[in-house]
């Protein structure tokens, strides 16, 4: 009994040793704020008439992201010559973007999931729950609770974040004629109805339309330099459209 016991120990020691190394090595990997990006379609922009530039960005999320997003996509297009101006009608270019998540990500959320649309502690007990020593009751038991414990002491020391910016993106570029398009409206009638209304309508501009997520991820995030972070990456990929 007592060497099975000391067996229990020593693997039960292995298993938290290679965990907490796995935990240390992402820890250092990701002890620098690193950001990624990713576009739905990649929209290619023609240009307009002028360089002048109408900008207008909401925030239908939880968090607010300062208004940063908005002032950084105006100045950086500024730098490059355009014209940023208050009116819609007559501008060159309209860009409106909408923010629909600016938060850190919660269980299951993923940056490919946004762009779209505990398990240590049963895996030793499943190991060490045969049938020796005190039989599989007791094997699993103590399977459980090493596993727990080495999980939990190295997850409360060191745990990698991640803050996601989930934004949709529509810009419209005026052109020299007018072109046909249809205005369509969907609106559910109870669970099973659907009524579609579809009106024609005249415009004289070309529509581009994509949904863009931000992410960075960092051991211990810092939540504010996060989000500014995001918020200005966010901005320099939509100017970097034009």
Request: proline share 2%.
């Amino acid at each position: 009994m007592k060497k099975g016991i000391a067996v229990i120990l020593v693997v039960a020691l292995s298993l938290a040793g290679l965990s907490g190394c796995a935990h240390t090595v992402k820890a250092i990997e990701h002890a620098k704020l690193q950001t990624n990006v990713k576009m739905k379609d990649s929209i290619f922009i023609t240009p307009g008439l002028g360089k002048t530039v109408f900008v207008k960005v909401t925030n239908t999320s939880s968090v607010d992201d300062g208004g940063v997003i908005d002032s950084t996509v105006r100045q950086l297009l500024a730098d490059k010559g355009y014209e940023i101006v208050a009116n819609p009608d007559g501008a060159a270019y309209v860009i409106q973007a909408n923010v629909l998540h600016f938060d850190k990500a919660k269980q299951g959320m993923t940056p490919d999931g946004m762009l779209v649309g505990g398990t240590g502690g049963a895996l030793a007990g499943a190991v060490l729950g045969g049938r020796g020593w005190k039989g599989p009751a007791a094997g699993a038991l103590i399977g459980s609770v090493v596993g727990s414990l080495a999980g939990a002491a190295v997850g409360s020391l060191v745990h990698i974040d991640t803050f996601i910016g989930a934004i949709d993106l529509n810009i419209g570029v005026r052109g020299k004629t007018a072109g046909t398009g249809v205005l369509t409206t969907e609106v559910k009638q109870g669970a099973a109805a659907v009524t579609k209304t579809e009106t024609p309508v005249q415009t004289d501009m070309k529509t581009y339309q994509t949904r863009m997520v931000v992410w960075a991820q960092q051991t211990n995030m810092n939540v504010s330099e996060a989000s500014r972070e995001i918020a200005t990456e966010a901005a320099r990929q939509i100017a970097a459209l034009f």
